[in-house]
């Protein structure tokens, strides 16, 4: 709303509507007893905005409201103050100031009343009053705007304000009265503000011991009142400058405090204040200006640091204002600056420097004391950055508030300010000031020379450039140099620059203001040197401008001292002057001193003196000046040491001999202060130099001597090195930095030769290998090394060792074997080094590529032989091309790529490996062995290698996998290898008739393809990783040979198993593809192969997805290639994991149940597999504890089985099969249905054969499989049967259990109970006793749903009939229950077969057989008419009487009960035949009537029941109808016995002695109760032949004899018993007194 009325236009303003707004605002400013709330702002805003335009009305509001006493009046009155503040912004005119007296009048009865809280609004408020009035008045001059009444009112507030409120506890008040009276100083009386004075100006100073905020605005209030009371045109100053000084007292250390800038959140108000402290000066300044000269040149005495530094900022700030006042007192101001020069406060020096430009710039300078103060602003520019970095935090910490004078500081000042400050001022006096040149140019030019000026260099030099554009002529430079302490440009001037050009990245552009400045001072050297300077200086300047593209190259260093060197050493070429040479070179020597601790330099000047000896011939010259060099070097140092090393070797190229001279007396003074050595332990250690930096400078000396001599001596002299084991003296040292000078030297050897191989000297290097062993042991980690952290000193000497190893490498003689292995030993495991530090790894690990390379290059005589090498070295780097981690596959395949770029330049004749073009060393090298070989009769192509020799198989499936890598590099580098590899491959000769020769076409557009791949890579499109791979892939497909793709896909494993799961998967897509496209290239074995990889694959791969595709994989081999044999081997590999592993406790799961689940899904290979397992567990025979077999079969898994076990893994196959087939597998379940429960029907029967044995392992897998069959197929109620009688083994349960599942599924599936048939009837043929058993109980349980299909009937019959001769007692029982079922259903078709087997079977001797025969025989003998069985009628009687005395009581009963049967048919002409066997039969029965066994008793009745009617004797026949025959009681069969012998004594006497044998015969019966039945029946017997005939036989020779024997020896009480009564019926009937014991 505020902001509406302030943009509100005149023509729209409505008097009325803003009176309500007015009223609406101040209502709801005094509604609220709180203060400053946001609504109270938003609604004061408002008024003040009605204000700018109708101010009147907004006074109104206000006036009426400050009449009474409520919370609203601070609110009210902060509304007037910002109506007054905002009063000069928003109108024209001002609103406020004529309204002044009525706020005063109302605002001034309440002033008394005020609390402390909210005295700072009403004193904030004055304030902004007060700036109105002088806005007003600056604005309106002439308006009258003070009356008496105002002016009343003013005084009034002053004194309450200066009296009270000043002297308030509250900060805040005090604060905000200063504030406001510091505004109202100019509005009161001369003579109120005098008598004010005494109290004021204490109030003020006092709040300098607070804060900075308070500080700004006490010396605001402070500059008010000093223009009030010094400046005012009424009258005289009101203070004199005796009072004035404890005011500039108290501010110059606020001077000091307020001029440090180091906290940015106080800069803006410590500026402020600085400026208005520096206006107090410069107002007391303008009043008492000589006093105030005097009275800061006396604090510029060095008592106080802070006011000597606030007063030289005052000075400054007051010499350009009041120069012409102070112009007379020059002199005091030189001397007091003069005294400070040695001031070591650097915000003193700060100061200083400032006034010192200042003074400058007014001409204050010349005279005496110009040069000194020069000389003061050259020193500071010399500052160094170690001065900078080494400067104390506490000592420029910056001085806060509150603070006592005594301690303040010039703080917050750093060295980095002060140099800055100087080099500004010293550039400014050089460029702008024109009367300083005549003292800046002999002063600037002595500059350079002195070590202490040495940072100051830089802009010295630019000072003089500067300068020398002012200059015309070479006149004024001469004129310049007149006097004797200036230097002599000639030596001096020239050799201080060239050593200080050493460091192009020095602070201010050091090397590019030295060589300017040698362009400026050109004139003053020799002529002829102007002129190549002109030329070559810009050239310098050129590479060392762009320091940022400098810092890229990691050698930038080493080729700018190069460039320096040889910019010298033309310079010296040019002027061709010895003698100013030598005079140079004792200038040299004389600047060691400069140098002393500045290494780089040092090295540096070694160069140079070197290079000037290189062209001096004075030997003792260059003795002195040799002897010179090595006494100033620092050997302790490595830059130091290098630069001597160089500079020896630079002189060597002339004076060789006097070198080696001077370094063989140091290293026989090394010997010879071993002693000292020794005691320096005990004395003091560093009087002696250590001999590690001794021997790691002798190295380097010896190394660049060798590196520089002359080629045409350098041979003998290597030789005499080497040959005197002078290295391996120095192999003892232990310091990093010693083993690297001592690498190098060995490096700069090798270097040597081949440098002289290049001029066409060329000669072996004497014990190479040696060297080369040297190295490796130098570059290895010390047991020292572990004390320090030396990681990065280790690696830098590694880096060293590489390249040493190159250089030798590539000398004569040829690298052997050995010593090619160890260096890889020793140098492949650099690949596995972290990043970081890169700039150290880097350089190391491409040191090693080049190493690498190196012996690919140079160990070979021919192609051959160097692709062997390079076969080796890429077989030593594969663990790296596929490590884990990212940078060192990188390394791997950068090297791989190098090694084979390297290698195909060799398969290029005429162009050298090394780079060198035309005739070279090398090519000579390989020219020369070929001839010593007497190669000259050989082809080119034995000079070549040969496709076979790259393993291109092996090598592809390597890198393949880096194609998909998750590094793009990775990827381009190995598609890059790919490429070399066939490009090598298919310029290499063919042999005749190879059948790659007959697809080359194809071969070149493949690789083209590969190459255009290629392209995109390096071009870094936008596409897609998986296209790129899928067309390397496509690529490498066509280019692989028959043999190198089946080597691919044998090796598959490890690519598969990649660690990079992005390349495992692009390796899985590889062998897709190529099994796709080439698949049926491969043979049996090769598909064997390949399966195993691939499984081994699943095995290692624990990732879920990857193994899937994996699997794929090998469905697509089977898919392609032979399927059973991909079966196989899988079964293999599932039987391998049963035997060795846990398979269920497998982490990720069983991969090959994984292989099992994928086939069964498989809608190509699904009902392959299956067909398999089936096949696979139909065609394994284990044998089983010597049952009988019927012949061997060939077992398709023999390798991992034993041969008295089913195969597990078809089990589980099946049962995988089953369980995860999902749709597909269930249809081909289905389709298989007869095949597959075949199977699992014959292996339980194998698995139970086992259990039976006590092994049921092989039950426990097999039954889940057969769960699974049922529930896949649908099949609940077979399931229930397994559920309920699977494992029940005892008994032959199984069996019955078979025939369950037989009579399920005929029931269930009718329709495939023929197919079924038809694969059982086959099993029945096999060797093995449990499934012959199976099939035979399955087949005779089907016979029975057979009855609507008379050829399977037939057929089963047939099969059964065939069978009944089994060596299983159990198969021909069941092909017998099987035949007498199917007997059942057609009589007249299949009786006379069935009866045959009956007949036969009767006599088996295994008792199941006999029992299931006779139990058959009484079964069908209910069906089979007389006709059939009458022809077999006395064979069954006779067979039957055999088994009617078995020991098994069911035969026994089964057999009594079929003879009786046979009765039926004992008629007609075989009644008598018949009636013969009953009466053989008729004794058993009789006995057996009361047998043990209640089936045999009940049996024996039956049969009697229905044979005595055929004996024609009624008395016989009715006995069957009494109850003693039909009672179980001993009595009632006692009575029955009796009865029966005596009516068989009366009727058939002539069959007695038939029955009377028969029944002695019994007596040796194996059953007791036979025994006794028979003893009594016998008694019986004879009881009742008394009468008929005599008895003397029988006692005398057998009964008699019998009974009592039986009597007396059985061990049976029912024998015993029964004994009894016989001899008493036997006594009886012979009379007793005829027998005598």
């Known amino acids: 709303m505020a902001f509406a009325v302030h943009v509100m236009d005149e023509r729209d303003i409505d008097h009325a509507f803003l009176t309500k707004l007015a009223k609406v605002a101040t209502t709801e400013m005094i509604s609220s007893k709180e203060i400053n709330t946001d609504w109270q702002k938003a609604a004061s805003s408002l008024l003040v905005s009605i204000g700018a335009r109708l101010p009147d009305l907004m006074m109104d509001e206000i006036f009426s409201s400050l009449s009474g006493h409520h919370s609203a009046l601070p609110t009210m009155v902060q509304t007037l103050a910002d109506f007054a503040s905002a009063d000069g912004i928003i109108s024209f005119t001002s609103q406020f100031t004529p309204r002044l007296k009525g706020v005063l009048s109302r605002v001034l009865p309440i002033l008394g009343s005020v609390k402390d809280a909210l005295r700072p609004i009403f004193a904030h408020a004055f304030k902004c009053w007060c700036q109105a009035v002088w806005q007003f008045c600056g604005d309106f001059p002439s308006d009258p705007y003070l009356d008496n009444d105002v002016l009343s009112f003013l005084h009034s507030v002053f004194e309450l304000l200066l009296r009270v409120w000043a002297s308030s506890r509250d900060m805040k008040v005090r604060l905000a009265t200063v504030e406001a009276l510091g505004q109202m100083v100019g509005l009161v009386s001369r003579t109120q503000l005098k008598a004010a004075l005494p109290r004021l100006i204490p109030t003020i100073l006092e709040l300098y011991r607070k804060d900075h905020q308070s500080a700004f605005i006490a010396t605001c209030a402070l500059d008010n009142l000093l223009d009030a009371s010094l400046l005012s045109e009424s009258g005289p100053p009101l203070l004199e400058f005796e009072e004035l000084t404890i005011v500039l007292s108290t501010l110059l250390p606020v001077t000091c405090i307020c001029n440090d800038e180091s906290e940015k959140s106080l800069v803006a108000v410590k500026r402020k204040t600085y400026n208005a402290i520096q206006h107090c000066f410069l107002t007391v300044g303008s009043v008492y200006p000589e006093e105030l000269f005097m009275y800061l040149l006396n604090k510029c005495k060095p008592r106080e640091e802070s006011c000597t530094f606030g007063a030289l900022c005052v000075l400054k700030h007051l010499l350009p204002r009041l120069s012409e006042t102070w112009h007379g007192k020059i002199e005091s101001l030189v001397e007091t600056v003069k005294s400070l020069l040695e001031d070591q406060s650097v915000g003193v020096q700060k100061a200083l420097a400032e006034l010192i430009v200042v003074m400058a710039s007014h001409c204050y300078l010349g005279g005496q004391y110009g040069e000194l103060f020069i000389e003061y602003l050259v020193r500071h520019c010399a500052i160094t950055e170690a001065d900078v970095a080494g400067c104390d935090p506490q000592k420029v910490a910056v001085q806060n508030f509150p603070f006592k004078k005594s301690e303040v500081k010039a703080g917050g000042v750093c060295p980095f300010e002060l140099r800055m400050i100087c080099e500004k001022g010293l550039l400014l006096l050089a460029i702008t000031i024109p009367e300083m040149e005549p003292i800046l140019w002999p002063c600037l030019l002595k500059m350079i020379i002195p070590r202490k000026y040495t940072g100051a260099v830089a802009i010295v030099c630019r000072c003089i450039s500067e300068l020398s554009r002012h200059r015309s002529s070479y006149a ?415 390394r791997g395949c950068l090297a791989v790529y190098e090694l084979l770029v390297k290698f195909r330049t060799l398969c290029s004749s005429g162009y050298c490996v090394l780079g060198c073009s035309g005739s070279c060393m090398h090519l000579h090298q390989i020219t020369e062995r070929i001839a010593s070989r007497n190669s000259s009769s050989l082809t080119s192509t034995f000079l070549l290698p040969t496709r076979d020799s790259l393993y291109l198989g092996e090598r592809t499936i390597v890198y393949l996998p880096r194609c998909a890598d998750t590094s793009s590099e990775v990827r381009k580098i190995s598609a ?265 029907i014959l292996q339980l029967g194998n698995c139970h054969g086992w259990a039976e044995t006590g092994q049921q392992h092989s039950l426990r897998t097999l039954l889940p499989a057969f769960y699974s069959f049922c529930e896949c197929v649908g099949d609940l109620e077979m399931g229930k049967i397994l559920a309920r009688d699977g494992e029940q083994i005892e008994n032959g349960r199984w069996i019955n259990l078979i025939e369950d599942l037989a009579s399920c599924v005929a029931m269930k599936r009718p329709k495939e109970v023929h197919p079924i048939c038809n694969i059982l009837s086959k099993a029945l043929n096999r060797s093995q006793k449990f499934q012959r058993e199976a099939a035979a109980a399955a087949l005779s349980q089907f016979v029975r749903y057979s009855d609507g299909s008379g050829s399977l009937l037939e ?188 009516h068989i004594c009366q009727n058939l006497a002539a069959r007695v002695d038939t029955y009377m044998a028969s029944a002695i015969q019994a007596f040796d019966a194996p059953w007791p109760v036979i025994q006794a039945n028979a003893l009594y029946f016998v008694g019986s017997m004879l009881s009742h032949l008394g009468e008929q005939r005599s008895l003397a036989p029988y006692v005398t020779q057998q009964v008699f004899g019998l009974l009592i024997g039986k009597m007396s020896r059985s061990s049976d009480a029912i024998v015993r018993a029964n004994c009894s009564p016989a001899l008493s019926m036997l006594l009886k009937a012979t009379h007793a007194l005829t027998w005598s014991v």
């Open 1355 to 1542: 057929h089963l019959v047939e099969v059964l009939c065939l069978h009944v001769a089994d060596e299983s007692a159990t198969a021909r029982r069941l092909c017998l229950v099987g035949l007498v079922q199917a007997s059942g259903l057609h009589v007249d078709q299949y009786a006379f077969q069935v009866l045959g087997v009956i007949l036969v079977l009767l006599e088996d001797p295994d008792e199941g057989v006999a029992l299931s025969t006779s139990q058959s025989l009484l079964k069908v003998l209910q069906t089979f008419p007389r006709d059939v069985v009458a022809p077999s009628l006395i064979n069954l009687s006779i067979r039957l009487r055999n088994l009617i005395i078995s020991m098994n009581g069911k035969v026994r009963a089964s057999s009594f009960a079929a003879f009786g049967a046979l009765s039926k048919y004992g008629t007609g002409a075989l009644h008598e035949a018949f009636l013969e066997q009953v009466h053989s039969t008729l004794p058993r029965m009789i006995l057996h009537l009361q047998d043990d066994e209640a089936s045999v008793r009940q049996a024996c009745k039956s049969a009697l029941q229905q044979i005595l009617p055929l004996l024609d004797v009624e008395d016989i026949s009715s006995l069957i109808n009494t109850n003693c025959f039909n009672s179980d009681h001993r009595s009632d069969y006692e009575n029955f016995v009796r009865d029966i012998a005596r």
């Open 976 to 1240: 890059q290898i790919l490429d070399l590899f066939f490009t090598i491959a298919l310029s290499l000769p063919r042999p005749v008739g190879s059948p790659l020769s007959e697809h080359i076409e194809q071969s070149y557009s493949a690789l083209s393809a590969l190459g255009d791949v290629i392209a995109i890579l390096k071009s870094d499109a936008s596409i897609d990783p998986s296209e790129i791979f899928n067309r390397i892939v496509s690529s490498v497909c066509v280019l692989l040979a028959k043999e190198e793709l089946a080597v691919i896909l044998h090796g598959c494993t490890i690519s598969i198993c990649d660690k990079v799961k992005l390349s495992a998967e692009g390796s899985v897509g590889a062998i897709m593809e190529f099994i796709l496209k080439r698949g049926n290239e491969l043979n049996e074995n090769d598909v064997s192969r390949t399966t195993q990889s691939l499984i081994s694959a699943t095995i290692y791969v624990t990732d879920k997805h990857l193994r899937q595709e994996v699997l794929a994989a090998i469905c697509c081999l089977a898919e392609q290639t032979n399927p059973k044999v991909v079966f196989f081997e899988v079964l293999i590999a599932a039987e391998r994991d049963i035997v060795t592993k846990d398979i269920s406790w497998l982490r990720g799961g069983w991969p090959m149940q994984d292989a099992f689940y994928t086939f069964s899904q498989h809608s190509v290979l699904s009902e392959l597999f299956l067909e398999y397992i089936v096949s696979e567990l139909n065609n394994h025979t284990p044998d089983q504890g010597g049952d009988s077999e019927k012949g061997d079969s060939v077992r398709h898994l023999a390798e991992v089985c034993n041969d008295d076990e089913i195969p597990q893994a078809a089990i589980l196959a099946l049962t995988a099969f089953f369980r995860g087939g999902g749709k597909t597998g269930r249809r081909t379940v289905e389709q298989s249905y007869a095949a597959v429960l075949c199977a699992l």
């Open 476 to 890: 004024s430079l001469t004129e310049s140099i007149a006097h004797t302490d200036i230097p002599i440009p000639e030596q001096e001037l020239f050799a201080r620059l060239v050593v200080l050009l050493h460091d192009p990245l020095a602070r201010g552009q050091l090397s590019t203001q030295i060589l300017t400045v040698l362009c400026c001072l050109a004139p003053l050297f020799p002529k002829n040197v102007n002129l190549f300077w002109q030329d070559e200086i810009p050239k310098m300047k050129a590479y060392i401008s762009d320091t940022e593209d400098l810092k890229q190259d990691s050698s930038y260093q080493e080729t700018w001292d190069d460039m320096i060197i040889n910019f010298f050493a033309e310079s010296l070429d040019v002027i061709q002057d010895i003698d100013w040479a030598m005079s140079l070179g004792n200038v040299f020597s004389k600047q060691y001193l400069l140098y002393i601790g500045d290494d780089e330099h040092s090295a540096l000047l070694h160069r140079c003196l070197g290079m000037l000896l290189q062209k001096v011939d004075g030997r003792s010259y260059v003795r002195e000046k040799i002897d010179l060099m090595y006494k100033h070097a620092n050997i302790a140092n490595g830059t130091n040491r290098i630069g001597l090393a160089k500079g020896m070797g630079l002189v060597s190229a002339s004076h060789l001999d006097t070198v080696l001279e001077k370094l063989k007396s140091i290293l026989d003074g090394v010997g010879h202060n071993r002693f000292q050595r020794f005691l320096s332990f005990f004395s003091n250690r560093a009087k002696t130099q250590d001999a590690d930096d001794v021997y790691a400078a002798l190295a380097l000396m010896y190394g660049y001597a060798a590196r520089y001599a002359p080629s045409t001596i350098i041979e003998a002299r290597i030789d005499a090195l080497v040959g005197t084991n002078m290295l391996s003296r120095l192999l003892h040292v232990r310091q990093p930095a010693a083993k690297q000078a001592v690498i190098t030297a060995i490096d700069l050897l090798g270097r040597a030769v081949i440098h002289a191989a290049e001029g066409g000297i060329s000669f072996p290097l004497k014990r190479r290998d040696q060297m080369l062993d040297y190295i490796l042991t130098l570059m290895g980690r010390d047991e020292y090394d572990g004390a320090v952290d030396l990681s990065l000193e280790l690696l830098h000497t590694q880096t060293l060792a590489l390249s040493a190893c190159t250089t030798l490498v590539s000398v004569e003689p040829k690298l052997t074997i050995e010593t090619r292995n160890l260096i890889l030993k020793a140098t492949l495991c650099f690949f596995a080094l972290p990043n970081d530090p890169p700039d150290v790894v880097d350089p190391l690990i491409k040191n090693l590529i080049t190493l690498l390379c190196a012996i690919l290059l140079t160990s070979g005589d021919d192609g051959r032989s160097r692709g062997e090498q390079l076969l080796h070295i890429m077989r030593s780097v594969d663990q790296y091309v596929s490590s884990a981690v990212d940078h060192q596959r990188a």
